[in-house]
């Protein structure tokens, strides 16, 4: 069974930066398609980013593009998304996910394994 952890959420300013981690156990992340989610509060989830498990090739929403960036770090088992440029809306809980449907599969009906999720605000 995989378990995933998510870390790294926080308090920032507007136009600063945080780096998410997403941790598993009990199974090797790279066999799976691995997906960022979030949650503001009294809006529906979205993905946000999400990475192949076939070539690791990268996908993003477009309110992520060119400031967001998600990355396999296969050594620890972990995978990354680094936050830039952050506004007040990317205020959410942000969640991993994994599963092995393709990135555009899973934007629209989710994945299979989830985080507990981890708690970014960015407020001045």
């Known amino acids: 069974q995989l378990h995933l952890v998510e870390s790294g959420g926080g308090l920032v300013q507007p136009g600063g930066s945080l780096r998410l981690s997403c941790a598993a156990s009990?199974?090797?992340?790279?066999?799976?398609?691995i997906g960022w989610f979030r949650q503001a509060p009294g809006k529906e989830r979205e993905g946000v980013s999400c990475?192949?498990?076939?070539?690791?090739?990268?996908y993003y929403a477009d309110s992520a593009k060119g400031r967001f960036t998600i990355s396999r770090d296969n050594a620890k088992n972990t995978v990354l998304l680094q936050l830039n440029s952050l506004k007040p809306e990317d205020t959410a809980v942000y969640y991993c996910?994994?599963?092995?449907?393709?990135?555009?599969?899973?934007?629209?009906?989710?994945?299979?394994?989830w985080g507990g999720g981890t708690l970014v605000r960015v407020s001045s």
């Open positions: 996910a994994a599963g092995q449907r393709p990135c555009s599969w899973a934007f629209s009906h989710g994945m299979d394994y």
């Open positions: 009990g199974s090797t992340l790279d066999y799976y398609t």
């Open positions: 990475i192949s498990n076939t070539n690791s090739t990268t």
